[in-house]
């Protein structure tokens, strides 16, 4: 038996979640004072629900020189059509269509296999670094190569880089409501164990053909996903006062594709059930906001957590010094 912690009298409901408005904002701007922490189990669902979406496409992470974009998207579709996961989405950014044949190749094949495509930005800019008018341009700019792939479907749905969402409360609003006027809905994320920080360090060890690194690899991605899966669902009920239906962020990359049936297992052996996106941010959770800045972004419950300087759960955190330094 685990004991975890949980936030002593601060499991908020969604109407305390809808009630955080300038009060919360005003405490924000006070340095950060994360409150005390009481030990309290967490009891996780039976039957979770996820949408797994893939960022990056159609070129995420390296490549090695045997390999193509168009064999890894190929790849990656065929995975999640044979878990019945048509319709998956995942994000471009169009800055990579410009040059070369395979990615542009990669990208149909994606949406041939009865994939969904989504905004990401066409260059993958963070809203903290850029004004509203830049970020804005840099959305319509991925537009037209969308709406060229999508083929009649879709792709009005918006990803933010880095999860970042404005490190102010005037932009977040401001591109918000850009958006909504636009057509799109915000991808919102819930679930997310940095899958792609394996990407560099997996290339490496195929290059140095280190089989018992690349086994350490394997190991440690399946380890800290289930890790940070477990995180983002204990947030919520530190957040929400309950889970809610999730969205698993992972990108396009040759590890995590190579991953992904491995990774499919775990779920389902944590109970997971999956569901499409759209289905998914049905859930009134999602049209919530923290009505707070928060400049490093993060999932859903996480934004809320950090809005009211609420400490998250312990957990491992991810093996980074181990990964930067394999197969070097
Ligand atoms: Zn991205």
Redesign the pocket.
Known sequence: MSFRWLVCGFALGLGAVSALGTGAASAANKPSTRRQATPQQFSLKKRPVVALTF??LPAAGGLLNDDSRTRILTTLAEELKANHLKGTYG?V?AVDLQDDPDVREALRAWVNAGMNIGN?TWS?PSLSDDSVQEYEHDIAEDEPYLRAYAGGRDWHWF?Y??LEEGNTLEKRNDVLSWLGERGYRVAQVTLNFEDDDWSDPYLRCVAKHDDAEIAWLKQSYLENAAEFIRLGREEQQIAFGHEVPNVLLL?ATDFTTLMLPSLIHLLRQDGFRFAPLPKIEQNPVYAEEPKVAVPEGGPLQDEFLKAQHIASPPFQPEPVEQLNSTCR
Do not use: A, L, S, T
Request: charged share 30%.
């Open positions: 960022d990056d994000f950014n990401h993958h990803r880089p880095y990108h």
